[in-house]
């Protein structure tokens, strides 16, 4: 991650700390965009993404996807709201790193 970016995201946290072993969390995509998930945010239910294509990167506060799973347990998904592709509990994700 881009050390402004990652300086950005340290201000933002709550804890002031993010992790900069970056992965994508959505499932295997045919898209070019990848997210790996920083932090939770103080706002409940909203999350710091950080979004990469390529060499471009941003960082964004996306509120949780609302979405539960089938059956009594209703797992949520630990996606952002209108993630591209399957909520967490359909597909494993094939982790894409971030490499600066």
Do not use: K
Request: charged share 20%.
């Amino acid at each position: 991650m881009p050390l402004e970016l990652a300086r950005e995201a340290e201000q933002r946290t709550p804890t002031g700390y993010v992790d900069r072993a970056i992965q994508c969390r959505l499932s295997d995509h045919g898209g070019d965009d990848h997210y790996g998930l920083l932090t939770e945010l103080d706002t409940y239910g909203t999350a710091l993404w950080l979004r990469w294509n390529g060499t471009e990167t941003a960082l964004l506060a996306l509120p949780d996807c609302p979405v539960t799973g089938p059956g009594p347990d209703g797992e949520g998904c630990c996606l952002f709201d209108a993630h591209p592709e399957g909520h967490t509990w359909q597909h494993a994700p094939e982790l894409t790193s971030y490499a600066s």
